[in-house]
T-cell receptor, first 115, second 113 residues
């Protein structure tokens, strides 16, 4: 069974940074494209970053371009999201998923940006 | 980006009755070379991550009850729950994965009448 365990969230002030991680098991990680999808409180789903199976290609939503960086370490079966220059509107639960289509395996990690 | 629009935003259906959710894309998500629609449906219950229900517009994910079905092609799609059960109360999202990053509809909340 696929497990994706997100971590690294927390409460931070605007302008600060965090590094989110997603530890994967139960799948051949290096064969899978990976996504970070976020959900603001009471809102819908937004795919913010995507990385190809080999890490060569990355895509970002306009809302995070230039501030977020997605990366992966296939030797550690781990996906990362470096989130810089955080804004109040980045407050959300951040999920990782493999695909597409997306298969979510964890409960997400909550990022709260507040002064 | 491809814009996905769901309707209605919410609906209430009696137990055992049919529930239907519509999803429209701003451009076709049918890939001509393989004749596949790059459209998925997800179910999200409170406090849980989204769960993949249907992909390629009509293929049920393993383990998903057969009361869930998907149909449509091109720019118009439908998720049907043939006989609503109490455990189906959730928010349902469509998503196109024809282009990257995939975009989601705004969600449809399904409740019991």
């Amino acid at each position: 069974q696929v497990q994706l365990v997100e971590s690294g969230g927390g409460v931070v002030q605007p302008g600060r940074s965090l590094r989110l991680s997603c530890a994967a098991s139960g799948l051949t990680f290096s064969d899978n494209g990976m996504h970070w999808v976020r959900q603001a409180p009471g809102k819908g789903l937004e795919c913010v970053a995507v990385i190809s199976h080999d890490g060569r290609d990355q895509y970002y939503a306009d809302s995070v371009k230039g501030r977020f960086t997605i990366s992966r370490d296939n030797s550690k079966n781990t996906l990362y999201l470096q989130v810089n220059s955080l804004r109040v509107e980045d407050t959300a639960v951040y999920y990782c998923a493999n695909g597409p289509p997306l298969r979510f395996g964890g409960q997400g990690t909550l990022v709260t940006v507040s002064s | 980006d491809i814009v996905m629009t769901q309707s209605p935003d919410s609906l209430a259906v009696s137990l055992g009755e049919r529930a239907t959710v519509s999803c429209k894309s701003s451009q076709s998500v049918l890939y001509g070379s393989n004749n596949k629609n790059y459209l998925a449906w997800y179910q999200q219950k409170p406090g849980q991550p989204p769960k993949l229900l249907i992909y390629w517009a009509s293929t049920r994910e393993s383990g998903v009850p057969d009361r869930f079905s998907g149909s449509g092609s091109g720019t118009g799609f439908t998720l049907t729950i043939s006989s609503l059960q109490a455990e189906d109360v959730a928010v349902y999202y469509c998503q196109q994965y024809y282009s990257t990053p995939g975009t989601f509809g705004q969600g449809t909340r399904v409740e019991i009448k």
